[in-house]
């Protein structure tokens, strides 16, 4: 693992740290804050995954995640959205290939070779996380926007015990249904969609759910609040009775405008969760 | 005027606005954050002046600013640094030209027919604020990073009454001493060093000094800590005996990392003096 930058910030430290991937066979980049406080001893872990078209760094550099992460002493990472350089296929669209990875193990090809994002978030970058810095795997939540949301929630609801909580801004809530899912879910599982089923938050919440809180943002006026479809997620959380919190946000977009805007209050929710006991 | 974007945040509005410029002649850009407040009411208001390379967007994506002056009740204007556009004379060094205007008036050609930012920061943006958006113009703070830090300070001093406080990050204090500023001062202004002294902080301050508070954030890792010559303005603040808290942040540099961190504290510092009185 490299060190790509640290620059101190809020007392801590936000890095951006390279390594090789051998889930997605290639290069892969991530930035981390560490607190003040993971000098003196392991702490707590938030993920935030991005949307389509981000890399590590643009909830790192526009989220102001880091001032809120540094009051209540934990960390944040940013991992890429998909695997990246030119060995790796991509696709002219915004929407498929290099920056909208979908947080799927890709099985098609040109895919399948570098296309393992469930893989590299779910397992190779925490065991790295683990090792390298000081950490608290034994306490973790997650989060993210749009993409990154349904990937937060698909993740949460299928490792069970991993998180603590998880929450989202604006995401994608029932790709299955929607043509924000259902070319991307088509080209990288093949079209067998048995095979999706895992990873649409609407299907997992009415069938598994979440064992702990969830908070889903979106704005009401979402450019994309159509391709999210809330309100499958609306329905599986309240026919489900999950604990949840699910709010509309007068007049917001999908910008990270919207994003930091409630920032603050994500944070204080996975923290409560992650110093609840 | 015309509205470029309008995103909400924090309540109130983060808008994006260019005009034709009388100063510059030429298309300006500007970004203002409006609190909620200002529908009620004309708010108070905040300059913001960025850095060379850096645009209207940079500080208003990246320094958190929003969070705290919405918290506040206060609007915050970022400015574009330079005139831009084909017809506009430029450098290939990126300290000279466009991104790099130093908020003075040019003298000289090529970029006397456009470099007039001065007179656009002190003179059109501020009578086009006044009228467009519902602000409070008797109640002005100003502030501002790197090159705008040296903007902010200059502008300060030589328009006393207009600001109730100044603030500045990893401000360049000294230009007339430093290879950030001879450079520009003397292809701006020309050889003729007499005209440079109303933009030297430094000097400024051991002439005149500032009618109100002084804020200014240095980080001790500052990689252009030599070039922005704070020993110049510490020794002239304190010569002076101005009111004023200069503060060297261990380990932070010259990163929007640094300038988000210590985002609060200016805002609240600018706060206090524009609900003061």
């Known amino acids: 693992m490299e060190t790509v930058s640290e620059n101190r ?45 981000c890399t590590h760094e643009n909830a790192m550099t526009k989220a102001g995640a880091q001032a809120w992460c540094a009051e209540q002493g934990i960390a944040i990472v940013f991992p890429d959205t998909s695997p990246r350089g030119e060995g790796v296929a991509n696709d002219d669209a915004y929407d498929l290939g290099q920056g909208a990875g979908f947080y799927v193990n890709a099985t098609e090809e040109p895919w399948a070779p570098h296309f393992q994002m469930w893989d590299y978030i779910a397992e190779e970058l925490p065991t790295l996380l683990g090792e390298k810095f000081n950490l608290d ?85 979402d450019q994309f609040i159509d391709l999210l479809k809330p309100e499958a997620l609306a329905n599986a959380v309240a026919t489900k009775r999950q604990h949840a919190t699910l709010r509309l946000q007068k007049g917001y977009d999908h910008s990270y405008f919207f994003v930091s805007t409630f920032m603050e209050d994500h944070v204080s929710f996975h923290a409560e969760a992650l110093y609840g006991e």
């Open 9 to 53: 910030a809020f007392g801590g430290t936000q890095g951006v740290y390279r390594h090789t991937s051998t889930s997605t066979n290639c290069e892969m980049t991530f930035g981390l804050f560490l607190p003040e406080e993971a000098k003196d001893g392991p702490v707590p872990l938030l993920w935030y995954l991005s949307g389509l078209t």
């Open 137 to 221: 795997m034994d306490r973790q939540a997650i989060t993210g926007h749009s993409m990154g949301g349904h990937g937060a929630l698909t993740l949460a609801m299928n490792l069970p015990g991993r998180f603590k909580s998880v929450s989202a801004f604006a995401p994608i809530s029932n790709p299955t249904a929607s043509d924000w899912g259902r070319k991307q879910l088509s080209a990288y599982l093949g079209d067998d969609e048995a095979a999706w089923a895992k990873h649409d938050a609407s299907l997992l919440m009415a069938e598994v759910g979440f064992d702990g809180p969830v908070l889903v943002d979106t704005g009401t006026n």
